[in-house]
């Protein structure tokens, strides 16, 4: 089993911007898409971003304009550049593989990092 490694969650300004990482030391066959979720202290998980093997890539509502995914390969590492950065961005941010390139479904994904925390200040 593959767990991924989240990193570089931080406290910023609204406005500001940081780059969370998903580090995995492999990926196993059955796993195609990487995907970014967040969850706020009383709410659900909820999707942000994934990126598929071939490079498709879906957003959430909420953070469309302003996220971007991207993934280096040969790194095996996931990259969400976050810009224009809001409050209610605030949240612990995991990144999860899955099978669907479509789904933004947090039962979709399994093999769950332990998360980085995002703190937006205004």
């Known amino acids: 089993q593959v767990y991924p490694v989240e990193s570089g969650g931080g406290l910023v300004q609204a406005g500001g911007s940081l780059r969370l990482s998903c580090a995995a030391s492999?990926?196993?066959?059955?796993?195609?898409?990487t995907g970014w979720f967040r969850q706020a202290p009383g709410k659900e998980r909820e999707f942000v971003a994934s990126?598929?093997?071939?490079?498709?890539?879906i957003f959430g509502d909420s953070v469309k304009g302003r996220f971007t995914i991207s993934s280096d390969n040969a790194k095996n590492t996931v990259y969400l550049q976050m810009n224009s950065l809001k409050p209610e961005d605030t949240a612990i941010y995991y990144c999860?593989?899955?099978?669907?390139?479509?789904?933004?479904?947090?039962?979709?994904?399994?093999?769950w990092g332990q998360g980085t925390q995002v703190t937006v200040s205004s």
């Open positions: 999860g593989q899955g099978v669907s390139a479509w789904s933004k479904h947090p039962a979709d994904f399994g093999s």
């Open positions: 990126i598929s093997s071939s490079g498709m890539t």
């Open positions: 492999g990926r196993t066959s059955r796993y195609y898409v």
